[in-house]
Each structure stands twice: as C-alpha cells, then as structure tokens.
C-alpha cells in the first residue's frame, strides 16, 4: 500500500485549519501531519514534521505568508499551494508568491459565492496531490531541440501576424521568461491565455507590464490586436480574434474545464491569421492547448511546446507532443529566441504534417 500524502496546513484562522483539514482528510491517500497559525510555527513544523506539501495563506500576521515562503525555499525546499483570498491586494501577494517558489494556488472559498463548495473541494484536493509531485528545486533549461525529424526548408513568414501563448500550472514564471526574451520591437501581437481566475489576471498584466520591454494589458472587447503589443485573456471570459483582428470576449460555458479556454484562443487565431499565426504551449497540467497546436500547424503556422525538463508540470506541452503537433521543443527563453529568429532568417527550418 502507498504511503499517504503528508500535508501541512498554515493559516491564522484556526476555523480555516480544521475546514482545509477535513477536507484533505476526507480523500484517500492524504494525511495532515499538523497545522500553523503564525509564520514561526510554520517554519518549524515545516522543518520538524517534514511534509510532502505545504498549503499556505499569503495573509497572516507577523511573519507574512511571502516571507514564509521564501524561508520555506531557503531551508527546506517543500511543494507550497498558497490559499489566497480573492481580492486586487491578495491577488498581487500571490503573484509575487508564485514568482517566489510557490508551485501553485487556490482562491479561498468564500460562502455566498457562485462556485460549488463540493468543486472547490476537489479542486482544493487535486492540486494538493498534483502539488505533491513536483519537484520545487528546478532544473537548469534545456537546449532547443525538435520533437521529430525536420524537413526541407521554407521560405520566411511574414514576420507580423499573432504569437498566442497558453499557460496554466507555473505558467507566471514561464510567461516572464519568454516575455522577458521579446525585444521591444518585436513584430507580432501576443496574446496570453494564462488558467486563472477573473481578479488575477489584471494583477499579473500589470506586473509583466512593469518587467517586460513589451506594453502588456488585459484585453478588453472591441480592441485591435496590434503588432509590439501582448494581451492576456482576462479570467472568466474566453478571447477569440474577430475576422478584422478584434477582441472579442466570449463569457461561455468552460471549455475542457477551462475558462479563458488556451484551444479557443488558437483556433481563432488560426482562423484569422493562417500561417501568420504562432502557437506556443508552456507547463501545465492537462490537454488544453493541443487542439489549438493542430489548428494553427493546420494553417501553416509554427508550433512550440516547453520542454519537460523546465515545466513545473508538463502536462500539456506533452499532450501536444504525444499528438504530433508540436514544431519545436525548448525552454520557455530558448522559444522566444526562436520567435525573434524565425522573423529575421531568410528561411527556417520546419516541419509539416505528412500528406
């Protein structure tokens, strides 16, 4: 029989404690080996005790939840899932919180709210288990390297037209460092779908916009998609490319359990834009994405997946993979090299579907 999970539970709510507990409890194959109130306790059970997973709030006295954090990846390099309240202040610690080592989080349960209590909780207990496999000490990037055998040359795209970049578990430090490589001029329009929800991904526009050489907004309906520019999806809503290269935002049912939906994006990004579309594939857990790959490879675009060794979860980029539809394999900064070079070379090196 496997040994249980081993999870412990930080918030300064005692009420919140015994909540999160029981529900941890309450599922096969999870164990709580204790619970923390206060930032020194959580360092020194975290340290005595030894958990496989941590699940923190971001909001406590004294010693807050970030500083926690860092001193849990200092000392002793734990999985954390950060439990944060909902609003523009907490959304902003959490971002700053993932940027710093946390491998994942949840938005608190807030009683009155539209979500499922029952959802919640098995979301709640989903990511802890995922969160449990992850390694939280990274490894050092990958170099670039296709998938497959490539083909004969092609002749220079278009360097303008759409780069759409899907992400979901670990996704903000990936997005930063593919970003990060785009020079200020760089010619096409990105756009960002990120798993998240609606009152974090304003926060996490806002904060790439102050890091990138790139202007970075949360999309808006209506707006053009313009060339030096990224947009991110905001949460709850799905973004599609209107045929006169417009946003629209589309607050639809989930599509594979998501909502923005990474597969909706490319599709019509493919639909629109054709060979001058772009798609790119970074860590996360699942299969959104995949179908948008084969789209935008379909309509003559290129295609990337971040390489396993550099994921903190390689769920998606390797369902892509697996499925064949996937140009280039990198690390996140190898890729946006890759998308910077690809508009410069007189010719790339590609690959297309057998025929």
């Known amino acids: 029989m496997n040994e249980p999970i081993t999870v412990l539970v930080v918030d300064d709510s005692p009420f919140v404690c015994r909540l999160l507990t029981a529900h941890l409890q309450s599922a096969p194959g999870l164990q709580v080996v204790g619970t923390a109130h206060d930032g020194a306790q959580a360092l020194e059970r975290t340290r005595q005790l030894r958990p496989q997973v941590v699940t923190l709030d971001v909001d406590m006295p004294g ?197 923005p939906s990474i597969d909706a994006t490319m599709q019509s990004a493919a639909e629109v834009y054709g060979a001058r579309s772009r798609g790119v594939v970074l860590t996360g857990m699942g299969s959104d994405g995949a179908l948008g790959l084969a789209a935008i490879r379909a309509r003559g675009g290129e295609t990337f997946a971040q390489s396993a060794a550099t994921c903190v979860v390689n769920g998606m980029p390797q369902q892509a993979v697996d499925r064949g539809v996937v140009d280039w394999v990198a690390a996140p900064g190898e890729i946006a090299r890759l998308l910077e070079r690809c508009g410069r070379m007189a010719s790339v090196v590609d690959r297309r579907p057998e025929t």
């Not at 993932?98 to 989080?105: C, I, N, P």
């Not at 098995?122 to 969160?131: G, H, P, T």
């Not at 947009?231 to 049912?253: D, S, W």
């Open 63 to 259: 010693t807050d939840g970030l500083q926690v954090l860092e001193a849990i990846m200092q000392r002793t390099p734990t999985p954390v899932l950060l439990v944060s309240g909902v609003g523009r202040r907490a959304a902003s610690a959490t971002m700053q919180a993932l940027e710093r080592g946390a491998v994942d989080f949840i938005p608190k349960f807030t009683p009155g709210a539209t979500t499922n209590p029952q959802l919640w909780r098995q979301d709640f207990i989903d990511k802890v288990r995922l969160a449990a496999r992850i390694k939280v000490v990274r490894s050092l990037p990958q170099p670039l390297h296709r998938p497959t055998a490539a083909g004969a040359p092609r002749p220079r795209r278009d360097p303008g037209g759409v780069v759409v970049v899907g992400a979901s578990t670990g996704g903000p430090s990936a997005l930063r460092e593919l970003l990060g490589g785009l020079s200020a001029d760089f010619a096409s329009a990105v756009i960002v779908v990120q798993h998240m929800p609606a009152s974090f991904t304003r926060v996490l526009a806002e904060q790439l916009d102050r890091q990138l050489p790139l202007a970075v907004k949360e999309a808006e309906h209506g707006e053009r998609v313009l060339p030096r520019r990224v947009l991110v999806a905001p949460g709850g809503y799905h973004l599609l490319i209107g045929p006169n290269g417009h946003v629209e935002l589309v607050q639809g049912p989930k599509i594979g359990g998501h909502c």
